[in-house]
């Protein structure tokens, strides 16, 4: 029973977490950060350690800057998630990129050219491709 609500409680932990960075973003580096979206966050048991899973828009040129403002502004993000959201401890932030969202268009677009391909295949009136 303990283990189910300890889950339970870091879930909602890393829940809110992912809320606050995302609005501390919004708020306080509204230009800077339009290209990052905090897809998730997980922490560890202990909760002195978050990583901060996060997707990037740009080409790689452009998420390599991304990810080092993100870790320039480390200090400032975990102030800012201190006065937000508090814990007993101080957690330590980590970024991490998240690609499933590239993995995710590649799926897309692989699904579409299946797509296509079978609907540019001509059917006759029984529903049969015809070569």
Not at 13 to 19: D, F, G, I, K, M
Not at 23 to 38: A, F, N, P
Not at 41 to 62: Q, Y
Not at 66 to 91: G, M, T
Request: aromatic fraction near 4%; glycine fraction near 2%.
């Amino acid at each position: 029973m303990r283990n189910i609500s300890t889950n339970f409680r870091i879930s909602r932990v890393n829940s809110l977490l992912q809320e606050a960075l995302a609005r501390i973003l919004q708020k306080h580096y509204r230009e800077e950060s339009t290209k990052i979206t905090i897809t998730r966050v997980t922490s560890s048991s202990d909760l002195h350690r978050i990583s901060v899973h996060i997707g990037l828009i740009g080409d790689e040129a452009e998420q390599k800057q991304a990810l080092r403002w993100l870790h320039k502004k480390k200090f400032d993000l975990r102030q800012h998630l201190n006065r937000e959201v508090v814990l007993k401890f101080s957690p330590e932030l980590h970024f991490v990129i998240d690609d499933a969202h590239l993995q995710e268009m590649k799926i897309v677009s692989i699904l579409s050219e299946i797509e296509n391909e079978i609907t540019s295949e001509p059917i006759d009136s029984e529903g049969s491709v015809t070569s």
